[in-house]
């Protein structure tokens, strides 16, 4: 009723959501696509071993400004390159962004093209909230599995194997039978992390114009023989980054699912998400002893036995993961407990995914000087904190 006054109601004595401080330390480059190519000459500059990303609209601007008209078309049909002098292509107003470094190591007349990151409107490079979520989905699914035991592997590739559904829908009954069937009723619905951005900046470096983090990286396909495709330049996060933002996840986080996957999934609910190091550190564990023996009498193996070594001497707090892309198959899917199936093959035949026995043949590695160095897209992540609300 108009008028009346109404008792505030009691604040609730338990908390709705817990917030966690998350901090992610790139150990090798990071690159997470935005699925924008950009072309030499036309959408950068490359001048010695620094990248100009240009503005397009705002340099011819500048060019139709200072030229008469009469020149203009001519001028609209160049590349950029061929009527921007170098001193122009250095102006921080003509820049989508700051000039980026090219790796030590890389040519920088080996490419055409740069695959660019994800970066937000105003320029600003970061590590999309969808990569954290989705290697944690991963470690849950391959934990799961796991425990269900390789009955339950077989029964889930067997069906694939009767139905041969379109590629890019093979997983989803068994996305559903682990996760839940729909959006509303996802095991991680109740789990949101924001995007990560770069900490801090490096004076010294932001003095130069140079972006201190993100640089032109040099990656290529490579086979177990060292055999490779050409170039791949893309921007990534350097080693060493530093990048920070937060999780929330539900009080209750299985309270949205049926009966059948909150019994299945009741465990979440006992822990808070400090629990989620463990899963990922199991995970990741068997990822870097995959990869080890992939490159076993390689140099590359020896980048993976430090890794290991690192991940051992890891507080509880923290963990590694392996992101973006470049992370590869075996890091966003069930890896060898599908490649130990029986069904494998058959599958592998149907979907043409080469050798079954030898599936993935190929990985995507940072190169320096025309020989591998690192792979992509490993990070260190740790998880504190519990701002309950």
């Given at each position: 009723?108009?008028?009346t006054?109404v008792?505030p109601?009691?604040a609730p ?8 401080d998350?901090n992610?330390q790139?150990?090798s480059?990071v690159h997470?696509g935005?699925g924008?190519?950009?072309?030499r000459?036309?959408d950068f500059?490359?001048d010695?071993h ?15 400004d200072r ?10 049909n160049?590349?950029?390159r061929r ?5 122009g292509?250095?102006?921080?107003h ?6 980026m470094?090219l790796e ?14 994800m970066r937000?409107?105003f320029?600003?490079?970061?590590l ?5 979520k989705?290697s944690?989905?991963?470690?849950l699914?391959?934990g799961y599995?796991s425990?269900?035991?390789?009955e339950w592997?077989s ?12 590629r890019?829908?093979a997983a989803r009954?068994?996305d559903k039978a682990v996760?839940g069937?729909?959006?509303n ?6 789990v949101r992390?924001a995007?990560?951005?770069v900490v801090g900046?490096d ?7 140079l972006d201190?983090?993100?640089r032109?990286i040099e990656?290529r396909v ?6 490779s ?7 990534a996060?350097?080693?060493d980054?530093?990048?920070?933002g937060t ?5 209750n986080?299985?309270?949205?699912l049926d009966?059948?996957h909150?019994?299945?999934w ?5 822990h808070d ?5 463990g899963f990922?550190?199991d995970?990741v564990a068997k990822?870097i002893d995959?990869?080890?023996r992939h490159?076993?009498g390689?140099a590359m193996s020896?980048?993976?036995v430090?890794l ?7 507080p509880d707090d923290?963990?590694?993961m ?7 198959w ?13 069904a ?7 979907y ?6 030898t599936?993935p043949?190929?990985?995507r590695?940072?190169?320096a000087?025309?020989?591998?160095s690192q792979?992509?897209?490993w990070v260190q992540i740790r998880?504190?904190?519990n701002?309950?609300?």
């Amino acid at each position: 009723m108009i008028g009346t006054r109404v008792a505030p109601a009691s604040a609730p004595t338990d908390p709705l959501l817990h917030t966690y401080d998350v901090n992610v330390q790139t150990i090798s480059p990071v690159h997470v696509g935005s699925g924008a190519t950009l072309v030499r000459d036309y959408d950068f500059i490359i001048d010695g071993h620094e990248c100009s990303v240009l503005d397009i609209d705002k340099a011819y601007s500048l060019l139709f400004d200072r030229l008469p008209e009469a020149q203009w078309e001519a001028i609209a049909n160049l590349p950029i390159r061929r009527v921007l002098t170098a001193e122009g292509s250095r102006d921080d107003h003509l820049l989508r962004y700051r000039r980026m470094a090219l790796e030590t190591g890389a040519d920088p007349e080996g490419f055409e093209d740069v695959r660019a990151c994800m970066r937000t409107p105003f320029g600003k490079a970061y590590l999309p909230a969808s990569s954290l979520k989705g290697s944690l989905r991963t470690a849950l699914a391959v934990g799961y599995a796991s425990e269900a035991g390789p009955e339950w592997m077989s029964s889930q590739l067997g069906q694939i194997a009767q139905r041969r559904p379109r590629r890019e829908f093979a997983a989803r009954e068994t996305d559903k039978a682990v996760f839940g069937n729909s959006p509303n009723e996802d095991v991680l619905r109740s789990v949101r992390p924001a995007d990560l951005f770069v900490v801090g900046d490096d004076p010294s470096e932001a003095a130069t114009g140079l972006d201190p983090c993100v640089r032109l990286i040099e990656t290529r396909v490579t086979k177990r023989d060292g055999t490779s495709t050409a170039t791949i330049m893309v921007e990534a996060f350097a080693p060493d980054t530093v990048l920070s933002g937060t999780l929330t996840v539900e009080a209750n986080p299985v309270a949205h699912l049926d009966e059948a996957h909150r019994s299945e999934w009741e465990g979440l609910a006992q822990h808070d998400a400090l629990g989620a190091i463990g899963f990922l550190r199991d995970h990741v564990a068997k990822l870097i002893d995959r990869e080890k023996r992939h490159f076993a009498g390689h140099a590359m193996s020896a980048w993976y036995v430090g890794l290991e070594r690192r991940l051992g001497t890891l507080p509880d707090d923290t963990t590694l993961m392996w992101v973006g892309w470049g992370s590869g198959w075996s890091a966003k899917t069930y890896g060898e407990l599908l490649t130990a199936d029986q069904a494998f093959p058959a599958i592998a035949s149907n979907y043409r995914l080469g050798n079954a026995d030898t599936f993935p043949t190929t990985r995507r590695l940072v190169y320096a000087g025309n020989r591998p160095s690192q792979p992509l897209g490993w990070v260190q992540i740790r998880i504190t904190g519990n701002r309950s609300r």
